[in-house]
């Protein structure tokens, strides 16, 4: 497995320490793609880094400011179970923000429990 990690083919270096790997789709949105990518220096340090492209940036300028400032008050947590934020960079076509990648089985439970309250009604979208 991580022959298989250092194997793969890597893209774009960013914010000069984390490299994002194209080929590799974890998730998009309607405005942000999710890739796996890891540390250049730590071939095994995974990480999620989700891609906005500038064209969309003035549709959702407002949702990412958000998500940016709830990201780095949770880091500044330092809880276990939370989800940090590295660093954001922001390039003349793309804003980068690199997240730590979370394990897949515990993104399959929440996605269950969501799938759950909504059929029974419970969940309420605000």
Do not use: W
């Amino acid at each position: 497995m991580d022959k298989e990690r250092n194997s793969e083919k890597m893209g774009d270096v960013i914010a000069g320490e984390y490299e994002v790997c194209h080929e590799r789709l974890i998730g998009h949105g309607a405005f942000a793609v999710v890739y796996k990518g890891r540390k250049i220096k730590d071939k095994n340090f995974l990480v999620a880094i989700k891609s906005i492209t500038k064209k969309n940036l003035n549709k959702c300028q407002a949702l990412l400011s958000k998500e940016i400032k709830i990201l780095k008050q949770l880091t500044e947590l330092h809880n276990e179970n939370l989800v940090c934020m590295f660093t954001c960079q922001e390039t003349p076509t793309h804003v980068f923000v690199v997240m730590e990648k979370n394990k897949t089985y515990a993104y399959k439970v929440i996605l269950h429990q969501l799938t759950y309250y909504k059929i029974i009604g419970i969940y309420k979208i605000k």
